[in-house]
């Protein structure tokens, strides 16, 4: 994987370095909060977890619920500041220890990852909420991945953008932001929607057995075949991102 170094002051809004500070907070507020970042793709996001009592049961509770996201999507670098990192270490989940960084110090952790970030494309179209948004998706995709050299993702990447778009229109009905992430072979799918906080409390999930969630409708469980990984992350104010993962073959 191609890397390059993040150049300092040169952050671009949503898309750059992100401090979480977790002293005096509890592990939920911060694993919320971690994902907010997530949703915006940042390159950066350090987790000062310095001043909280058990570290090590602190990171479990942190990355675990973000850690298919981590593994799927090479575009964030993590750096967690821990007072034992060392000793922390074996509890990083082995899909995402090439992309977490342990460190005591931020400014250890910073100029480490800033030589790990991977090269990255991105590109954001709006759509208003309406059936032919689902069209101009696709259309936006195809001309996308044309562009990036990534025709053989055209089909696998234009049923979800069509799926994720029609399935946000449908539940929250707002304007919606599609946003593509290409790094390598990988491409990222963000669909942003500006529901109110009654629709974050439905999000779509995907369970091991469909069976078990009866509710789940077909075109998730067609994204669920198409993906590395998807799932949803809730805004910082109002509304949800919806992410897939997509890989060329």
């Given at each position: ?8 002051g ?9 401090r979480i ?13 971690f994902?907010?970042?997530?949703a915006?793709n ?6 000062d977890l310095?001043?909280?009592s058990g570290?090590?049961h602190?990171l479990s ?8 996201y ?6 964030t670098?993590?750096v ?17 220890t ?9 400014e250890?952790?910073m100029?480490r990852?800033?030589h ?7 590109t954001?179209?709006?759509l ?7 069209e ?8 996308m ?5 990534l ?7 234009s049923?979800?953008?069509s ?10 009905q ?11 072979h990988?491409?990222?799918i963000?669909v942003?929607?500006?529901?109110s ?13 469909p069976?078990?969630d009866?509710l789940l ?7 669920r ?8 992350f809730?805004?910082?104010v109002?509304?949800?991102?919806v992410?897939?993962?997509i890989?060329?073959?």
């Amino acid at each position: 994987m191609a890397t390059g170094v993040l150049p300092l002051g040169t952050e671009p809004p949503g898309a750059g370095i992100v401090r979480i500070t977790g002293r005096y907070r509890l592990p939920s507020d911060v694993g919320s909060e971690f994902k907010h970042a997530l949703a915006e793709n940042p390159q950066i996001v350090i987790l000062d977890l310095n001043g909280m009592s058990g570290n090590s049961h602190l990171l479990s509770e942190v990355l675990d619920p973000v850690a298919p996201y981590l593994a799927a999507w090479p575009g964030t670098v993590t750096v967690v500041c821990l007072a034992d990192p060392a000793g922390s270490a074996h509890v990083l989940p082995p899909t995402i220890t090439d992309r977490v960084l342990l460190t005591v110090s931020a400014e250890d952790g910073m100029e480490r990852a800033r030589h790990m970030v991977p090269l990255q494309h991105r590109t954001t179209t709006f759509l208003t909420p309406q059936l032919e948004a689902a069209e101009d998706a696709r259309v936006f995709t195809r001309r996308m991945l044309r562009d990036w050299e990534l025709q053989d993702l055209t089909w696998p990447a234009s049923v979800v953008v069509s799926e994720l778009v029609t399935h946000s229109i449908m539940h929250a009905q707002t304007v919606l932001d599609l946003t593509l992430s290409r790094v390598d072979h990988l491409v990222r799918i963000a669909v942003h929607d500006y529901g109110s906080d009654s629709v974050q409390l439905t999000l779509p999930r995907a369970p091991l057995d469909p069976m078990e969630d009866p509710l789940l409708d077909r075109g998730l469980l067609v994204v669920r075949a198409l993906t590395r990984s998807w799932g949803v992350f809730p805004s910082r104010v109002h509304g949800k991102t919806v992410w897939a993962v997509i890989e060329a073959p």
